[in-house]
């Protein structure tokens, strides 16, 4: 028997707020989290872009300093976002081996690898520090929340590059049909931005150069559009089945009705221009939690701001809906966010919770030409969703040809 599967509780540090509130209430007033970085190594290393969506609060003004010294950014954001989910879902009283992290990253703890590296070759392997390996694991993060919160039922990390976390939700979602748990943290979380990242995704043509305008530089479906923002932070959410939500008494946001993973096997980098893979995994989303496409009422959009990754995305939304695609509200998010790589899809996932709960669609900021070759309904002030139920899909697509989409609803007895 098919179970239904809720989100119960956010949590999320971000470029636009340290909290699910502030992130939420920034986003909705239009607001870029783009800034530039002050940092020394800019100048000093001469990189060509002097900006990036950085975290709105600095993780060591919200942890323990004996965290900070174990844990690498990347996990310190996890585990903001997964106590603040934790204590918004009600602190859930689960037993340990029935609860489950399925968490992601598209990098992992780069930082912690190229500072050790760093110090390795100008004072030598006696000063690495010996907590090096355990923080720049790709599962560290997992590993961080599943030690605080005590939970036994599993550990898992999705590396997917920027489909990760929405891949770890649509696992989440697996994991409690399949019975393995009852309730389940999932998200991602990244923290790259380090002059070694920058510097790569500058040198392949990836990243905005509006290096005087920060604030306007990501323009998803703009006909300006040069390129994504780097962005930072985490986002979780507390999922579990509705059983176990009602036996306690939770609040719930939204219905996770299904989720899908495919890959293009076209391209390391590129996305196959004619997205039949993307597609292929929006109609599975939807139509394997029993609903059609028909039913699909917004979608919250990968939409990189990049000239190539906006008009593949199009392409696919085009395939799966045909020309009801043009009347379906869309909005890209990023554009206020900058682009959290293997943190992006949880926090847009997270969004798009939230957009259902509140009935409002968030804004996609910057969007003053339209590219006529990309005709959606964007939404580009916050828009009422109404009173009818909503179903939503929320669209992630990374390097590698990996692509994973989740579809909510609009929760109801």
Not at 121 to 141: F, H, I
Not at 158 to 178: F, G, M, P
Not at 227 to 255: C, D, K, M, N, S
Request: glycine share 10%; proline share 6%; aromatic share 6%.
């Amino acid at each position: 028997m098919t179970k239904r599967i809720v989100v119960t509780g956010i949590g999320m540090t971000s470029p636009l707020g340290g909290n699910t509130e502030d992130t939420w209430a920034n986003l909705l007033a239009g607001k870029s989290g783009a800034s530039p970085l002050e940092q020394e190594w800019v100048s000093e290393l001469g990189i060509p872009v002097t900006f990036a969506a950085q975290a709105a609060v600095k993780a060591t003004d919200v942890l323990e300093r004996f965290e900070t010294k174990r844990l690498d950014p990347s996990s310190q954001f996890a585990l903001i976002a997964a106590r603040e989910a934790w204590l918004d879902a009600g602190t859930p009283e689960v037993d340990p081996e029935r609860l489950l992290v399925d968490w992601a990253t598209g990098i992992g703890g780069v930082w912690t690898l190229l500072d050790a590296w760093d110090t390795l070759r100008e004072k030598g392997p006696r000063r690495v520090l010996p907590m090096t390996v355990p923080m720049l694991m790709p599962n560290g993060p997992a590993a961080a929340i599943g030690m605080d919160l005590g939970a036994r039922g599993g550990e898992r990390t999705v590396v997917s590059a920027c489909a990760s976390s929405t891949e770890s939700i649509a696992n989440a979602y697996d994991h409690l049909q399949a019975g393995l748990a009852d309730v389940v943290v999932a998200g991602g979380s990244e923290a790259a931005i380090h002059p070694l990242p920058i510097a790569s995704f500058a040198a392949m043509q990836a990243l905005s150069k509006r290096n005087d305008e920060p604030t306007i530089a990501s323009r998803p479906y703009d006909r300006d559009r040069d390129g994504f923002v780097l962005g930072e932070g985490a986002a979780a959410l507390i999922i579990e089945t509705l059983e176990h939500a009602q036996a306690r008494g939770a609040r719930i946001y939204a219905e996770v009705i299904g989720g899908a993973v495919t890959s293009d096997a076209y391209h390391i980098t590129a996305p196959d221009p004619e997205g039949t893979a993307a597609a292929r995994a929006m109609r599975a989303a939807v139509e394997n939690g029993g609903y059609t496409l028909d039913d699909v009422s917004h979608i919250n959009a990968h939409a990189t701001s990049t000239p190539v990754g906006d008009i593949a995305e199009y392409n696919a939304l085009k395939a799966v809906f045909g020309d009801r695609v043009h009347e379906i509200p869309v909005t890209a998010t990023k554009g206020a966010t900058g682009h959290l790589l293997g943190g992006a899809g949880a926090i847009e996932a997270a969004f798009t919770a939230l957009a259902l709960h509140n009935r409002v669609i968030p804004p996609t900021i910057n969007l003053d030409n339209q590219d006529p070759d990309i005709p959606l309904d964007v939404v580009t002030s916050p828009r009422e969703l109404g009173s009818e139920p909503v179903l939503a899909i929320s669209n992630s697509f990374g390097f590698g040809g990996h692509n994973a989409v989740i579809a909510m609803r609009t929760f109801s007895e």
